[in-house]
């Protein structure tokens, strides 16, 4: 979606296998979050 809609304004937009992915880790004072990209292997874990 967000690539048809640069293309229509004009950007020139090349679609690739995708080859990473992300992590994060979010230090709260409760403690920590960890979320992992979706589209790619990987999890959050904890203890």
Sequence with gaps: QAAAQ????GHKVEQVEMKSGAA?????PQGLDGAADPRRDGAALGG
């Design 6 to 9: 640069l293309a229509a304004q």
């Design 24 to 28: 994060a880790t979010r230090v709260t």
